[in-house]
């Protein structure tokens, strides 16, 4: 039985705004986790209860979530929009409210590790058509656990022609 392109294990490099800036978000430590749950309706009758009769999709929800350690305030602020820099070594951290996040995304790519290299193979890669980062960081301070900044990525599906609807691909053509 084939496997998938990407493999079935191992650790992975992601490439935000890859058609314009490729910007590596490196190093980062857990888990990346790409998500995609479709949302379903049931259909009920009286006559069955609580028992659905049928289920209708009314849509899908995907999201990327990329911990970042180490991370450096150039790094977060370039991802992040709220985050400005404040001098040499500060981030001034602003409210964010009524902005859209479509206008402004960006395709992100996501390539297999082996030996902290990646791989050069396309058809091995995720591409992501459109997606916004946004801020969900939740810093521990304690003796033991290396603090992450949590950097969650909205998946939108594309407006563009010939693109519509679709929210990613396994393989990217040349």
């Known amino acids: 039985m084939p496997q998938l392109p990407f493999k079935d294990k191992g650790p992975v490099q992601v490439v935000w705004d890859y058609e314009d800036s490729k910007l590596v978000i490196n190093p980062v430590l857990g888990t990346i986790s790409f998500t995609t749950v479709d949302s379903v309706s049931d259909v009920q009758e009286e006559g069955y209860g609580e028992t659905p009769v ?10 990327l979530a990329v911990p970042m350690t180490r991370s450096t305030l150039d790094q977060l602020i370039n991802l992040c929009e709220g985050i400005e820099s404040g001098g040499a070594s500060i981030a001034v951290f602003k409210v964010k ?6 206008s402004s995304a960006k395709q992100i790519v996501i390539k297999p590790l082996c030996d902290n290299v990646p791989d050069a193979d396309s058809d091995h890669w995720i591409l992501i058509y459109k997606c916004f980062p946004y801020r969900d960081f939740d810093l521990g301070f304690n003796r033991e656990d290396q603090r992450v900044h949590m950097v969650r990525f909205k998946v939108f599906p594309c407006q563009e022609s010939g693109y519509e609807g679709k ?7 040349s």
Do not use: K
């Not at 929210?167 to 053509?173: F, I, K, N």
């Open 54 to 63: 049928d289920a209708v999709f009314t849509g899908t929800v995907a999201e």
């Open 97 to 102: 409210s009524g902005c859209d996040m479509y």
């Open 167 to 173: 929210l990613y691909q396994y393989g990217v053509s």
